[in-house]
């Protein structure tokens, strides 16, 4: 399956995480209070809030250990092996699929969580960002298509990185499967890379990599001052939570922890420059005024935009795999097709050229056969590839070989097209 199936150097990095982690255990004192959170917020976000904990309980051992939510969520439904106490993440489907195999502590009492054991603590949104010194903004989503942006567009694969889950997902709920779907097969032409993580994204836009990203915000305001942010219109919210597990070894901590995150200092501590989230409660939103951008304040106000979390978890695995099917590895492979298809647009017959047009932006797998397939025994799964059971590895042999099909109609049609019009 090519790049899909986990290769040796996932395997080595995974190995060095995991003794580096131990390495770090074993180094806290022995007597030590030890709590252990698992997150994808980069530093910037966690060492505030790490700080402010070690100052109310000096005695305390706060180890983070930052990885991407498909990872994370991997891991955690696996078992948690490692005894990590609080899980803290943007994406909210990653927060549904994890509660449905009971992986957080529900009814624990924890002052500033609800009783499923998790809740949020922030909203973010999802747009573009891209240098101040560089080209004009686009003003909407589907100016991403215009061809000023060919290859320089950046994201990360949703099977990498949560926002980019949320991403896709937004578009998929919005304007629905087939429509959603067919943006990003047509934002392929204007992709000069998939990264392999979000932050992978402002990082390409600081070294000129490419010209534009599409990311959450909270990810562009932390980085360099030379970025700006643009909100993706309407913006749609979705709310960052933070979650205690169960089985968590330190659960009084992991409740002050948490409380010192939703409590009002916790809270307008989101505020300060360099973390730039925005608070979940009203309250502190309503005094922040203009910090809090007015994209947010209109969203906030609108009942219609809401993010569907639940269906997004119970597809969430499909929804990786098909974005790395038809896209993650077969970038290249769609930019050759499209830069062929705009030659012929420009003197060969515009019927037959739209028609090319349709199949590439199309997706050859039904949002009736997800739901069907999700519906079964796939719907804890996330993104692991090894050690499918038969029925789902069918199922992504299947799915590949539709692809793969299309994308050979493709080019049958183009080089008949091809010969007939050359110039």
Known sequence: MGRLVRQPARHLAAALTACVWALIVAAAPARAEVLR?????????????????????????????????????????????????????????AFELLARQGRFAADSGCTGIPTEGYGPFALSSIGWTLRRDGPNPPQDWDDLLNPVWRGQIG??????????????ERFLQVRGWNDGWGFFLALTENLATVTSRSFG?????????????????????????????HYGTPAILFPAQIGLLAGAGNPGASCAFIASVTDDDGQRLLLEPGIGRIPISPRVREA???????????????????????????????????????????????????????????????????????MMQSIPISEHEVRMAEGTSFANRVMELTDLPTPQRTLLRDWENRIERQLATIDIALSGLEKRVRP
């Open 288 to 358: 922040a005024g203009d910090l809090i951008p007015s994209e947010i304040r209109a969203a906030v106000r609108s009942q219609w935009l809401r993010y569907n979390a639940g269906l997004a978890s119970e597809r969430y695995w499909a929804v990786n795999v098909i974005f790395d099917l038809a896209i993650t590895e077969r970038l290249d492979r769609r930019r050759s097709l499209w830069s062929r298809l705009h030659a012929l647009e420009a003197r060969g017959p515009r019927a037959e050229t739209a028609a090319i047009r349709r």
């Open 155 to 168: 994201m990360a694969p949703p099977s990498r990185s949560g926002t980019a889950h949320m991403t896709v």
């Open 37 to 93: 959170i698992l997150t994808s917020m980069p530093p910037a976000m966690t060492d505030p809030y790490v700080a402010r904990m070690k100052a109310r309980a000096p005695g305390l051992d706060v180890l983070v250990l930052n990885k991407n939510t498909v990872s994370a969520v991997e891991e955690l439904l696996r078992g948690n092996d490692r005894a990590f106490d609080v899980f803290w993440a943007s994406a909210p489907e």
């Open 201 to 229: 994204v402002t990082d390409g836009i600081r070294s000129g990599r490419f010209g534009i990203g599409l990311t959450i915000d909270f990810l562009a305001g932390t980085a360099e001052p030379e970025l700006q942010f």
